[in-house]
């Protein structure tokens, strides 16, 4: 086989955003009257979406009902969203050395908030194209995003690899018929990925070469 293209999933993947994720969760809950939730339990209810997040979050401060917690979080991180986040080591290099392979992101975070950071961080121009869980009507893991990437580079689903730290993105890429990689230094852990059946599991994306390179001498 043969990798021509590589969806990235983008917090806990390429970027560690964490703490201005549970910056943005906590102010939201300052702003609602309720109780701060431990960062460490924030970390744990990310990768599903803004929705899920702040619903779960919401709850575990003792909150009923999300309210106006949505829009409470969107304007406080579309503002905040790069104070703390950076770019996991070796991210760079790996997608500089992946100069032959098409690139996309694809994430449940809004697409405005994923465009602002790829910009943000100057690694935009390095990927064909960028969508988020609000580009379409269904976010991972539904394949859609995953298909509709794949449709506008013209690659199949037998030579692209998506790559991500947690089980929503292996199973979106074995239900879009890709292959797999999951990332341990992310927000999962190991026993998560393992459990969603990633075809390989990394703990450094520097890896990634190896895997492609691996997948390349299997033709």
Do not use: Q
């Not at 806990?12 to 702003?31: H, M």
């Not at 979050?57 to 790069?82: C, K, P, Q, T, W």
């Not at 999951?182 to 895997?211: M, Q, S």
């Amino acid at each position: 086989m043969e990798i021509k293209l590589i969806i990235f999933d983008l917090d806990g993947t390429l970027i560690d955003s964490k703490v201005d994720i549970a910056n943005g969760v906590n102010f939201t809950l300052r702003e609602l009257n309720l109780k701060e939730v431990p960062d460490e339990l924030i970390y744990t209810y990310v990768g599903n979406g803004v929705e899920p997040l702040i619903r779960r979050a919401v709850e575990s401060a003792g909150g009923n009902g999300i309210g106006n917690a949505l829009d409470i979080f969107r304007a406080y991180y579309l503002e905040h969203l790069l104070d703390n986040t950076v770019l996991y080591p070796n991210v760079i290099g790996v997608i500089k050395k992946l100069s032959g392979i098409k690139k996309a992101v694809v994430s449940n975070k809004s697409e405005r908030f994923v465009k602002k950071i790829l910009s943000g961080l100057d690694i935009a121009k390095y990927f064909e194209i960028a969508l988020g869980g609000d580009s379409l009507k269904n976010k991972k893991p539904h394949p859609d995003t995953i298909n509709l990437v794949m449709e506008r580079v013209g690659i199949s689903p037998k030579k692209t690899l998506i790559v991500g730290d947690s089980a929503v993105d292996i199973e979106c890429g074995k239900r879009a018929g890709t292959y797999t990689c999951g990332v341990t230094y992310g927000y999962r852990d190991k026993k998560e990925l393992i459990e969603a059946g990633a075809d390989w599991i990394i703990d450094d994306i520097g890896k990634l070469i190896n895997i492609i390179m691996d997948a390349d001498g299997r033709r």
